[in-house]
């Protein structure tokens, strides 16, 4: 799965990902979903999970982006001079099942994400 801020702002810091982690876990428990790999760029966040086949995937995505830009937005206050309206996460979202593409690639992948930007 990929969240994209807002028009792209370049606001994720390795402080605001630690956070934005905490956050999904502990949503994600509620919808029996748990992180194999969670990693950042400074304007997007890639997250490698596995979910029940009945866990209700939008209702969890609506709920984490809800509560992560209530928070983040609290807790680091810093970031909505870098925000436009009060707009965290884009209204969209990526989703893809791992069908053809064995796990061990996805990990390498989703950890490689920000390296060229760090």
Same mark, same amino acid.
């Given at each position: 799965?990929?969240?994209v801020i807002k028009y792209r702002r370049k606001v994720?810091?390795?402080?605001? %990902?630690?956070?934005?982690?905490?956050?999904? @876990?502990?949503?994600? #428990?509620?919808? $029996?979903?748990?992180?194999?790999? =969670?990693?950042?760029?400074?304007?997007?966040?890639?997250?490698?999970?596995?979910?029940?086949?009945?866990?209700?995937?939008?209702?969890?995505?609506?709920?984490?982006?809800? %509560?992560?830009?209530?928070?983040?937005?609290? @807790?680091?206050?810093? #970031?909505?001079? $870098?925000?436009?309206?009060?707009? =965290?996460?884009?209204?969209?979202?990526?989703?893809?099942?791992?069908?053809?593409?064995?796990?061990?690639?996805?990990?390498?992948?989703?950890?490689?994400?920000?390296n060229n930007n760090r």
């Open positions: 799965m990929i969240f994720i810091t390795s402080d605001i %990902a630690h956070r934005l982690r905490e956050i999904f @876990e502990n949503i994600a #428990i509620n919808y $029996k979903i748990r992180i194999i790999e =969670f990693n950042h760029d400074i304007d997007h966040l890639h997250v490698l999970f596995q979910s029940e086949p009945k866990s209700e995937l939008t209702k969890f995505i609506n709920a984490y982006k809800s %509560a992560s830009s209530r928070l983040i937005k609290k @807790e680091f206050p810093e #970031i909505r001079t $870098k925000l436009w309206k009060e707009a =965290f996460w884009s209204r969209s979202f990526f989703l893809a099942t791992t069908g053809g593409v064995g796990i061990e690639v996805l990990k390498e992948y989703v950890e490689n994400q920000g």
